[in-house]
C-alpha cells in the first residue's frame, strides 16, 4: 500500500510561482512512478506529468511545458511539481498519483494510488 499526501497548494496572481509537494508513505519512492492530475472547475480531469523511479525520466502536458518541472527526492519519499509563471486556467485541484509500474502513463486508470488533492486557485 502507498499513501500520497499532497500539500502546497494556495491562491496566487497570474504570473505567479507555486510548488506542489506529494510525500509518499509505505513503500520506498525509489520504486515508485509517480504523476500529477488535475481538474479544474467544470473540466474532465486531465494528465499534468509524471516521472519515472528507473531513470527519472520526466514527462509533461502540451499545457504545461516550459512552465511546469517534476522532480523527486527519494531520500524524502517526496516527489514535486514547480509551477511557473501560472494562469488562471491553470486553476484546478491537483492530485498525486503513483503506480508500481514501471512507467508513466497518461490516464489515471494507469496509477494504482491517488490522494486527496490539493486546490490551486490563480486569479487574474
Known amino acids: 500500500q502507498v499513501q500520497l499526501r499532497e500539500s502546497g497548494g494556495g491562491l496566487v496572481q497570474a504570473g505567479d510561482s507555486l510548488t506542489l509537494s506529494c510525500e509518499a508513505s509505505g513503500r520506498t519512492l525509489s520504486r515508485i512512478a509517480m504523476g500529477w492530475f488535475r481538474q479544474g472547475p467544470g473540466k474532465e480531469r486531465e494528465f499534468v506529468g509524471g516521472?519515472?523511479?528507473?531513470?527519472?525520466?520526466?514527462y509533461l502536458a502540451e499545457s504545461v511545458k516550459g512552465r511546469f518541472t517534476i522532480s523527486r527526492n527519494n531520500g524524502k519519499n517526496t516527489a514535486y511539481l514547480q509551477m511557473n509563471n501560472l494562469e488562471p486556467e491553470d486553476t484546478a485541484v491537483y492530485y498525486c498519483v503513483a503506480t508500481l509500474k514501471r512507467g508513466v502513463g497518461r490516464t489515471w486508470p494507469h496509477y494504482e494510488y491517488w490522494g486527496q488533492g490539493t486546490q490551486v486557485t490563480v486569479s487574474s
Open positions: 516521472i519515472t523511479w528507473s531513470d527519472d525520466m520526466t
